[in-house]
């Protein structure tokens, strides 16, 4: 593992996101299109996907701009968009689509869905009491789980 992917991997960690609460996600998505379907399988699929260096990109990008946001270390106007997330501002989902992207399409409605319902994990990360800011965050964590939900239904059709 390199430094890139190492600290993507700890930025995850010390903004209190897991690899197993991306697995989570991942269950939740596939659960009823794959009924043997066991945590391992989910883990290998977020683990497989946190390997792309596109994905750790994105991960340090994002996470970085929502320490600054958290700091107050922007400018404004876009201090006060990103702390308050607001709707209109996409740029978030933007970063996102990078990761979503890696499997094709189904990744679009993987991602649209978790984005939408916020199980687990994107929960607490939507909680604008928490005092933390995750504009980025939650979008990137819901991408992964998106993308390794897409890895895992290619790999169940033995297309990848």
């Known amino acids: ?3 890139v992917e190492l600290r993507a ?3 995850l960690e010390e903004r209190g996101v897991t690899q197993s609460d991306i697995a989570e996600l991942v269950y939740f998505l596939q659960k009823k299109y794959h009924p043997n379907l066991d ?3 989910c883990m290998e699929n977020v683990d497989r996907v946190l390997a792309k260096r596109e994905v750790q990109n994105a991960i340090l990008s994002g996470i970085q701009l929502d320490v600054l946001a958290e700091q107050g270390q922007l ?3 876009l201090l006060s968009i990103i702390q308050k997330d607001e709707g209109l501002y996409g740029v978030d989902e933007i970063l996102a689509f990078s990761i979503v992207n890696i499997y094709g399409s189904i990744g679009f409605t993987n991602y649209g869905y978790i984005d939408k319902e916020k199980p687990g994990i994107l ?3 939507n909680d604008k009491e928490s005092g933390m800011c995750h504009t980025f965050l939650d979008d990137i964590v819901g991408a992964i789980a998106a993308a390794a939900s ?3 239904a290619h790999r169940a059709q033995n297309t990848e």
Do not use: V
């Open 123 to 125: 929960g607490f990360l």
């Open 150 to 152: 897409s890895r895992l």
């Open 9 to 11: 991997r700890e930025w």
């Open 39 to 41: 945590m391992q399988d």
């Open 75 to 77: 400018q404004e106007p």
């Open 1 to 3: 593992m390199d430094e």
